[in-house]
């Protein structure tokens, strides 16, 4: 017998055998419906029961890949088919440690219910590839493409949303990214606004995932070693650990010994496929570091990289303080810009044709007030080294500290607050076709599953 709101497993030798309630710990779900713990079968659709009595498992008809629930009631119930969503939340549930599980986020915040999880482990190969995802979407246009993409894939990727901050609050749970950090990198802001502006810039998790997701060819279908992500302006741990988290090997390169360490101490909260790397040194040598860290690794010292995502200094914006060598406390915008190009040509040089680059950048003030179009010198860098810019974009970014500033810039002199950053997406080569994407492995229409 079944209490009411109870469910059984749809697969045969599962029903009147397993009269198991709809919870975490028997069911889960995902983006076509419902799956079994046991046996990974989906449950097409439950009935579920209205009114004072107990219910007992009926078996489903042959083929007929349901399972229904009826009443034997002293009064008759109110049923109601309920038709299962195919875009609920879910989450990937994979197992760091003993003592920690990194739960990946669902996609698509279309409802409220609460998500629940899948027990996928590193070992468990045969479970990860039964959880990817399907191609039946419902829904209204929005919600299909969180299902399919993470968030809408538009020109402007609206980072302030609903979904995307729900999404980020998932990530920035699992670490810190300003950790390491010196405080008041922008130290301006503070004359710029009231206290409470920020005074440091962290990378946006959710693009990351993002950019990771469309433009790098995917880890699991390359069976004979990692997909290699170059980050030649590592900062934070932000970008190295969501790259982990998605499969792929992540070598950074950062300038700040007091960054790296304390980015490393992080990561080894987790038990990633591929830990990623963070190597002190200056971005210019980024061709000779990632040699070296894939020679370490047993890889041919020449081997070509997959995906290169980077965000650079905005010049002297933030001042990171660590010499010379760094491009954010050199003395002029024409002395950060011949550096900057000479990096690029580096970065271009290790990536493979047809592959891709993403650069998040934004334009700054120089001292007399007039813009440095940062944006189109990293175009124009790119495009001087053998790359298409393939995708030009804006980041929304939220508003609220800008309003801060508002005042008071826009009185004193008429200058308008920045609120998007431009992310610029390259491939090597003089052209990218379906066919292209295809043989590198570049499939933004299903999502990685997280191997953490």
Known sequence: MLERGQKTC???????????????????????????????????????????????????????????????????????????????????????????????????????????????????????????????????????????FIVPPFSALIAYNSSWQKRKKFWNSKFDSSRGRKPDLIAHFKSLGPEGCPT??????????????????????????????????????????????????YIGVDISEMQVTENRKQASEFNFRYSPVWVVGDAE??????????????????????????????????????????????????????????IIKKCASILRPSHMACFVVGNVRGEGGGMHTLHSDTVSSFIENGCILYNDAVLLTSTVSAGMRATRTMSAASKLIPVHQNVCVFVKGTSFTKTDAQNVGIQPNSLATAEV
């Open 285 to 342: 040598d980024v061709d000779v570091i990632v040699s070296c860290v894939l020679q370490g690794m047993g890889m041919s010292s020449d081997t070509k990289v997959d995906f290169i995502c980077s965000c650079p200094p905005y010049y002297n914006l933030e001042k990171y303080g660590c010499g010379e060598k760094d491009l954010s406390m050199l003395s002029s915008y024409d002395e950060f810009l011949v550096k900057y190009r000479r």
């Open 10 to 148: 749809t697969k045969a030798g599962h029903v009147g055998e397993r009269t198991l309630p709809l919870t975490n710990e028997h069911f889960y779900m995902y983006k076509s419906g419902y799956f079994c713990r046991q046996c990974k079968k989906r449950q097409m659709s439950i009935k579920r029961v209205r009114g004072p009595t107990t219910v007992e498992s009926s078996s489903p008809s042959p083929g007929s890949g349901t399972a229904t629930l009826s009443t034997e009631a002293t009064h008759s119930a109110t049923e109601e088919t309920v038709s299962l969503h195919p875009i609920l939340p879910t989450t990937h549930d994979f197992t760091v440690d003993e003592q920690t599980k990194f739960e990946y986020p669902s996609p698509s915040p279309c409802s409220d219910t609460e998500p629940l999880s899948t027990e996928a482990t590193l070992a468990d190969t045969e479970e990860t590839e039964s959880l990817r995802p399907t191609h039946d979407f419902s829904g209204d246009g929005q919600t299909k493409l969180e299902a399919r």
């Open 200 to 249: 440091s810039s962290v990378f946006d998790p959710v693009l990351m995932e993002c950019l990771c997701s469309w433009f790098c060819p995917r880890a699991e279908l390359k069976t004979d070693g990692p997909r290699i992500v170059v980050d030649p302006f590592a900062g934070g741990c932000v970008r190295g650990i969501v790259a982990s988290a998605l499969g792929l090997l």
